[in-house]
């Protein structure tokens, strides 16, 4: 079992930067590909960033490209995603997640089994 709790969200003008931390509890953390996703009202839950159990690869949505950085600390269980040059479009509720142990690095939420509650991330204009 993985407990995950998200933080650093908050309200930042268009351009601006916000690093979300997760922290996550569990003796299968150092195992577990980890996930972002984003979910904005009235849209679906969407991938933003992942990465695999050891660090040494991750992906990112188009939307995420050269902007989110997505890293972890296995030591400190921890995964977290800098997010630089924010748009509006990128207002969303911000959910971290863990796979079962060894599974494959994904995209889709499917891919995913244990959910943080979300970080409220609103980007103005």
């Known amino acids: 079992q993985v407990q995950l709790v998200e933080s650093g969200g908050g309200l930042v003008q268009a351009g601006g930067s916000l690093r979300l931390s997760c922290a996550a509890s569990?003796?299968?953390?150092?195992?577990?590909?980890m996930g972002w996703f984003r979910q904005a009202p009235g849209k679906e839950r969407e991938f933003v960033a992942a990465?695999?159990?050891?660090?040494?690869?991750?992906e990112y949505a188009d939307s995420a490209k050269g902007r989110f950085t997505i890293s972890r600390d296995n030591a400190k269980n921890t995964v977290s995603l800098q997010m630089n040059s924010l748009n509006p479009e990128d207002t969303a509720i911000y959910y971290c997640?863990?796979?079962?142990?060894?599974?494959?690095?994904?995209?889709?939420?499917?891919?995913?089994?244990?959910w943080g509650q979300g970080t409220q991330v609103t980007v103005s204009s």
């Open positions: 997640a863990a796979a079962r142990p060894f599974m494959t690095m994904t995209t889709t939420h499917r891919g995913y089994d244990y």
């Open positions: 990465i695999s159990w050891n660090g040494d690869s991750a």
């Open positions: 569990g003796r299968t953390f150092n195992w577990s590909a």
